[in-house]
């Protein structure tokens, strides 16, 4: 206790050298804070559409379909293999896949079909919120389509309006159908904005002439269940499917990811190296204005260890301080972040949409990694001055001017 009083002097004997090297750390703090809070949000967000709205966590082929997609290569008897995969503790639903021309009045352009079963979709993905104008398929519109907002601009076709579809079934002959478009999405991605065609399932078997399989089988997992883990479980009961994870699907996708994430540590270190500086110039001046005070202390019995239990306890008393104010600081502009957000105004990376409102993601690491640096940092920075004041030689730092 008597330490810790001491300590408290010595910090505000010079008030304007200790005000400064407070505020420069928690300036750091709220910045870093801040920082975290939105690139953590910018992660989430982006992974989140990946997996919500494209991708999901896995994805399961015939084999050789990702090589070279066919109509014709599809996974035999679907329906068991999504029975045995919920038994299994994940949700999964099939799709269907064919490329063909889609026609406007005065138009026509590439398209990706995508047969959907409606009520398993939507356990697997949330595209079906992403309708910008118009509504999600309906089994009971077996005509009504939902279009990929770039693909509706290049037909020049709206909500209502109608679009022929051209393409080649499964027996070779050339199949094509009058639709009408029920909805126009979101940004999805570039892939689905520029081409993508949505369809009930049974029109598209009807349409193709596909009447069994599936081309594609989109399993999620719950947030608890690792991915590798999942992966395992997937390709135990799908033994002679192909089995990609996202990470596999989007491989570049990933690792700038998690490049990402490790720009963040490196932007906490380069930061706070800066802050370091202002520390250790602090507590060398304050050790260099009070040579002779130490030189008494040791004199008196005073030993290395507590001169040096002093500083630390003195350096501990400004970061303590800094960390209760960058962070009390954090809270409000976390909050106002995480639930205004920045307005991007819509864009894409990779060619995954975003979400135009960029927002932060409020947790216990977004405070706790950038004080555990901000202390580790401080650390290393007291290390020196509290060496050389602990082992300073007596008589040396009496006659010192």
Known sequence: MEIFKMAWRNVWRNRRRT???????????????????????????????????????????AQSYRDNPSLYTRIEDPDGLLGSLEAAGVQASGRLL?????AGEDTSSGASFRGVDVERDTQVSKIHREVADGEWLDPADPKGVVLGRRLARTLGVKRGGEVVVLTQGADGAMAYDLFRVRGILKGIGDATDRAGLFMNEAVFRELLLVPEGAHQIIVRRSQEQPLEGVADLVRSVAAELDVKTWRQLLPTLASMLDSGRSAMMVMFVIVYIAIGIVILNAMLMAVFERIREFGVLKAIGVGPFEVLRLIVVESAIQTGIAVAIGATLAVPGLYYLSHTGIDLGGMSMMGI???????????????TQPIVVLLCIVAVAVIYPALKAALIEPVEAMRHQ
């Open 98 to 102: 064919a490329w063909g021309l889609a």
């Open 19 to 61: 005000l400064v090297t407070i505020a420069a750390m928690s300036l750091a703090l709220l910045v870093m804070i801040l920082y975290a809070g939105l690139m953590a949000g910018y992660f989430r967000d982006m992974e989140r559409n990946i997996l919500d709205l494209e991708v999901g966590d896995l994805q399961v082929f």
């Open 353 to 367: 949409a975003m979400d135009p409102i960029w927002r932060a993601e409020a947790s216990p690491e977004t405070f």
